[in-house]
Every structure is written in C-alpha cells, then in structure tokens.
C-alpha cells in the first residue's frame, strides 16, 4: 500500500480555510488499490479540503479516462470521466463511515482517499458500455453472428405432431 500513502490527508494538522491537493492516477494507481470495476485508466483528480469549525468538506473534481470492457465484444473501451463529488468528514472518537459523511479518529486524524477517488471513478461507469457502431472487434462481431438464430432457421425445425394440433387451436381462438 506504499503507492497509495500520498493519498493521505492530514485533517488534523489543517487550519480553517482551504486547502488543495491535486494527483494524476494511472494504471499504478488501480492495481494498487485492486477494485473489481476499473484496472487501467488516466485521470486528473483536484481535491479542495475547507476546514470550518465543525467539520471538513471535501470536493473531489475527476477528469480523465478509464478503461472498461465492452459489453458487446469484451475488449477494452475508453470511458470518460468528467465527474464532482462532495464528501463531508470530522474528527471523532472512532471510524465511522456513513455515506455522505466519514468520522476519522481524532487521534489519527489523517483520511486516505484513495478509496474515495476510485469510487467516484466507477459511479461515472455508465451500465451499459458498448463500442460506437462498427468499432466493436470484427472477430468477435462475426463470432457472434454466427451462433445468433435467424427466423429462417427457427421456421425450418418440424413441429412435433401433438404440438401441430396445439397450435391449430391457438390459431382458432
């Protein structure tokens, strides 16, 4: 987790005001923090931390790509990420974290938002992520075609006689 320590935010040493912090995450990044939804990509993440008496307001700005797999032909497609998220933490007896807003131990006092950061990232993945037309693999397209059932080839298939009369009185009706 060495890659991962200057993601590491100091709350407790902070005066009231604001600060910023601003990381360019790459494939480094992603492997290290080992998440099921992205395993490439670039980004710039800004971070603007603002101390008030009570608690800190952490706004996160995400700009960049990650790689997926599409849905359609399972090779790699960028996806843009173009993202803001706010999160709320302060300082407490012990960790908590509730959504919106993470309680960090006072006697800590440091927040690693490395986690926060690919989080954000993979709330910007769409559902469904497919190719444009006609950029999907061609050998995975054809692969496809071939095995996709056609009407023709449906209507060929002789009916089972005791189905035949069935669908007579389907048609009756």
Not at 67 to 74: G, S, T
């Amino acid at each position: 987790m060495e890659k991962l320590d200057s993601y590491k935010v100091d709350l407790k040493s902070m005066s009231e005001g604001t600060v910023s912090y601003s990381w360019h995450v790459d494939d480094d990044f992603f492997s290290a923090v080992q998440g099921p939804e992205i395993q490439q990509g670039q980004l710039d993440v800004a971070l603007r931390v603002k101390r008030t008496a009570e608690a800190y307001t952490l706004v996160f700005q995400l700009e960049g790509t990650v790689k997926v797999l599409c849905d359609r032909c399972l090779d790699y497609m960028d996806c843009p990420i173009s993202a803001e998220h706010v999160l709320r933490a302060k300082l407490g007896s012990e960790y908590a974290d509730d959504g919106d807003l993470i309680v960090v131990p006072e006697e800590d006092g440091v927040l690693d938002v490395a986690w926060n950061i690919y989080e954000f990232a993979a709330l910007e993945i769409p559902l469904r992520h497919v190719h444009p037309e006609g950029e999907c693999s061609q050998q995975m397209t054809s692969a496809l075609d071939s095995l996709t059932a056609t009407e023709e080839e449906e209507t060929e298939k002789p009916i089972d006689p005791r189905w035949g009369a069935l669908a007579q009185l389907k048609t009756k009706s």
